[in-house]
């Protein structure tokens, strides 16, 4: 299974649209992304997610089929024929959630018909009262499931950037089935050795594979911390990005070494809570 990590530079300071960078992401989906089976891009691209005060004016519908920001993606999607995890987006809603907000944090993975066949709404939400919690509404559901051929080859739990930071959430993902955890992120520089640790201690404690993509540059004044990287179940780095670049992780891996290692050191059976 060949995947792609598209690490993103922002833009921020460049008098960059949300449709040019819309552009810009699909341009580059469709030409790093080609010859791969999956394709991540990060949290919150076309919004920025320390970009609050931009978010209403940014949230995109799901309601009608893709938004303006997805659908230059999705038409990259449909050329390179791969499955495309497109980050998350600022979705907004016509019926309010149960705190009365009608925005969210909502991710989309893409079929390769250019379809939207996953989509995760972020559980956990950063900001300590500000930023998302005050803004957009918490989501509710796990989401766990097999993707489409050519990435079916094995299961995956969908999750957010903070996500990362409660290990219930991938042990419940686990007992769902998960063996892979896809984790798009906009990640700061500030606490990337944080964002580094946790992406090994949740490969390691749920010998499952974890693929995250985070961002480069400034968004909303905060600088990024990049470090993207494809973790194997034994927490062995595969591949990382760097701190400061726009690249592309192009990275094969074994599916079969989830369970082989499950077998090998058979440590979820001892589980006793």
Not at 28 to 54: I, K, Q
Not at 61 to 84: C, F, K, N, Q, Y
Not at 170 to 194: C, H, K, N, S, T
Not at 228 to 247: F, N
Request: hydrophobic share 40%; aromatic share 6%.
């Amino acid at each position: 299974m060949k995947i792609a990590v598209i690490q993103l530079h922002h833009g921020e300071g460049s008098e960059e649209t949300v449709e040019e960078r819309a552009t810009r992401v699909a341009d580059l989906v469709r030409t790093e992304g080609a010859g791969h089976d999956l394709v991540v891009l990060p949290e919150l691209w076309s919004a920025g997610a320390f970009a609050a005060r931009d978010w209403e004016e940014r949230a995109q519908s799901l309601a009608d089929g893709l938004p303006p920001a997805l659908a230059p993606v999705a038409e990259a999607t449909r050329e390179i024929g791969a499955v495309v995890h497109s980050g998350s987006v600022v979705e907004r809603t016509t019926d309010p959630g149960a705190e009365g907000k009608h925005l969210w944090n909502t991710s989309v993975v893409l079929d390769p018909a250019g379809m939207p066949c996953l989509t995760y709404r972020k559980i956990h939400r950063f900001g300590f009262g500000g930023g998302e919690p005050k803004l957009m509404e918490a989501g509710t559901e796990l989401v766990v499931g097999d993707l489409p051929e050519p990435a079916d080859a094995l299961t995956v739990g969908l999750s957010t950037c903070y996500d990362l930071r409660f290990p219930e959430l991938y042990r419940a993902q686990l007992d769902l089935g998960a063996q892979l955890f896809l984790i798009p992120a906009a990640w700061p520089a500030a606490r990337v050795e944080a964002w580094r640790l946790l992406q090994r201690a949740r490969a390691i404690e749920n010998q499952c594979f974890v693929v995250s993509c985070n961002v480069v540059g400034t968004n909303g004044g905060v600088e990024m911390g990049g470090r993207s990287a494809v973790t194997d179940p034994r927490g062995e780095v595969l591949a990382e990005a760097s701190t400061d670049q726009q690249e592309v992780l192009s990275v094969e891996i074994d599916p079969a070494l989830v369970a082989s290692v499950r077998e090998d050191f058979p440590v979820l059976q001892d589980r006793r809570l």
